[in-house]
């Protein structure tokens, strides 16, 4: 038997972990992965990473799920053939074939597809001057790298730097850029407040506060129309403020961070899609017999906590890629484990501040806030249904054991009294 995962990213170390944990063969499983190195932890990149605290092989896989520090060795050792700087130009499902580019062709008698996802660039929409240099996106190691160099510069001489999106990249590189003691960071984004599919205003408005006090100036509402430049590089951001009027903020170093697309055009037509991704199962199965989807490319089904309903879905997560791949290998080697139940988990790091999010931030629940915004040390809010369940719970601080609490209580949906909802944790809060 051969079990090829095709992508080496964050999901190919968990499989190979899980791989040897189940009993997997030595010689049978083979690793396919584009970037020049073996798996890593990719959320250290926007956090750690962009400190100078965070170095491979420090980050290599499975240190972020509490596992063994994979690195190139490991896989040796184990049996495993991981091959880096490999890319896969084509796909043959139903025949089982994989072809690298330079024409060779693997064949498998498994596939987990951990294709991942993709940064969208601001070039896919034309945005005029989108192509200058020092334009920079974050996804890989690589990314990483040309973002601390041009992160040197800016530091040297002064110069100033923005941010688009407002979303976890914005976020995460902005402190990382102030706090890396670059003066000048602008944050521009197109909603009313950060991370606006999450934060309620209320919560967005702390950490707005915070950025300020930092020195990062957020400018809310601002569509990015274009980028000024001389001899190709950028020396500007151009945007359209809340009211329409124009702008140009100046900036020798852009970071642009406004999403990702799942990589699944390569297996376009010979399987099943959902939310834009691959449809899966319980099992990680896809609609392909003995072909599975793991990570940010596959859609499995998700059931809400809020209306119990399930539908497919895909989680940009690294838990769920984690979780994900481990279930796929089980799946591909017979183990037949119980369904895939995954319980919406985000976190994120910016300062000396840390987050924790919980279920579902579900339309139509009362939020209730709690905690201590002003001095922003331990503070949150929690999504209530219609019939006094927890369906969401978001966590600033804490101690340590309140996150496992306020999962539990999220998991279980627990019933929330409404007279106790002014202590200063959410944790103590559901725990009483
Ligand atoms: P997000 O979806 O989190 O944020 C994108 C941001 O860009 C939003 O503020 C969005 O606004 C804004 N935006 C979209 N289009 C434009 C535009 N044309 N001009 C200006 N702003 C725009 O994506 P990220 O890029 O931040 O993150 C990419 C992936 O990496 C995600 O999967 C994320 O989950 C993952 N990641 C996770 C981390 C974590 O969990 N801590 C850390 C870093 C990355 P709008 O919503 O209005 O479109």
New binding site residues.
């Given amino acids: 038997m051969t079990v090829v995962v095709l992508g080496g990213g964050n999901a190919a170390g968990y499989a190979a972990r899980e791989y040897v944990a189940s009993g997997g063969k030595p010689g049978e499983l083979k690793i396919i992965g584009e970037e020049g190195v073996v798996s890593y932890e990719?959320?250290a990149?926007?956090?750690g990473f962009l400190l100078g605290a965070a170095k491979l092989p420090g980050f290599h896989t499975c240190v972020g799920g509490g596992g063994e520090r994979q690195e190139p060795s490991w896989y040796a050792d184990k049996g495993i053939e991981f091959r880096t700087g490999a890319k896969v130009t084509a796909a043959d499902l139903k025949a089982k074939k994989l072809t690298l580019e330079g024409g060779e062709v693997v064949s498998f008698s498994k596939l987990i597809i951990a294709t991942g996802?993709r940064?969208?660039k601001?070039t896919e929409?034309k945005?005029p001057g989108a192509d200058l240099s020092g334009i920079h996106y974050?996804?890989n190691v690589k990314d990483g790298e040309a973002m601390l160099a041009a992160m040197a510069q800016a530091k040297e001489h002064g110069q100033k730097v923005v941010v688009?999106?407002?979303?976890?990249?914005?976020?995460?590189c902005a402190a990382g850029l102030v706090s890396s003691g670059i003066k000048s960071v602008t944050m521009?984004?197109?909603?009313p407040g950060?991370?606006?599919?999450l934060l309620t205003p209320e919560l967005a408005g702390v950490y707005e506060r915070l950025y300020q006090e930092k020195g990062v100036t957020c400018v809310k509402g601002?569509?990015?129309t274009g980028f000024t430049g001389a001899d190709g590089k950028v020396a500007g951001v151009q945007y359209t403020d809340a009211s329409g009027a124009t702008h140009t903020a100046e900036a020798s170093l852009v970071v642009?961070?406004?999403?990702?697309r799942a990589n699944a055009e390569l297996f376009a037509g010979q399987v099943e899609m959902a939310a834009g991704g691959i449809k899966v199962d319980g099992q990680m199965a896809t609609s392909v017999p003995d072909v599975y989807a793991v990570g940010?490319v596959a859609a499995f089904p998700l059931k809400s906590v809020a209306t119990g309903e399930v539908a497919h879905a895909r989680q940009?997560?690294?838990t769920h890629c984690r979780m994900s791949a481990a279930q796929a290998i089980k799946a591909a080697l017979g183990l037949a484990p119980p369904p895939y139940d995954y319980l919406p988990y985000?976190?994120?790091?910016i300062f000396n501040l840390a987050w924790v999010f919980y279920g579902e931030a579900a339309p139509g629940a009362t939020v209730v806030h709690f905690g201590d915004t002003k001095e922003a040390k331990c503070f949150g809010a929690l999504w209530v249904s219609a019939d006094g369940h927890l369906v969401g719970a978001f966590l600033e601080g804490g101690s340590p054991e309140d996150p496992a609490v306020l999962k539990a209580a999220v998991a279980s949906k627990a019933k929330v009294d409404a007279a106790k909802l002014d202590a200063s944790s959410g944790a103590a809060v559901i725990a009483a």
């Fill in positions: 990719r959320p990149l926007s956090k996802a940064v969208v601001l929409f945005v974050l996804r688009v999106g407002g979303g976890y990249i914005g976020m995460e521009v984004f197109p909603e950060l991370l606006g599919r601002a569509k990015v642009v961070g406004v999403g990702a940010d940009e997560h690294v985000f976190y994120s790091r």
